[in-house]
């Protein structure tokens, strides 16, 4: 199963972060992911957070406001899979 993956955030230092870091779990990993980057602010108010960056799995919002771990990315994204 494909698993989507989108990065939500204006271009900021936090945002730039979490998708690359995001990128290197999906290598290291193996995930059949594709992962995109939303700038638009519209889109990213319709998901209705607050805070960037966010981490939008299979269009469900992981989470939002901070930077996790490469474990926590990890989680999430196999979590979203079951």
Do not use: W
């Amino acid at each position: 199963m494909k698993i989507d993956l989108k990065i939500l955030g204006t271009g900021c230092a936090k945002c730039k972060t979490l998708e690359k870091v995001t990128k290197e779990v999906v290598a290291e990993n193996n995930f059949d992911a594709q992962v995109q980057k939303v700038e638009d602010i519209v889109e990213i108010m319709g998901y209705g957070i607050m805070t960037t960056p966010a981490l939008v799995i299979n269009e469900k919002v992981a989470f939002s406001g901070r930077i996790p771990s490469k474990t926590e990315i990890k989680s999430f994204i196999e979590n979203a899979t079951l």
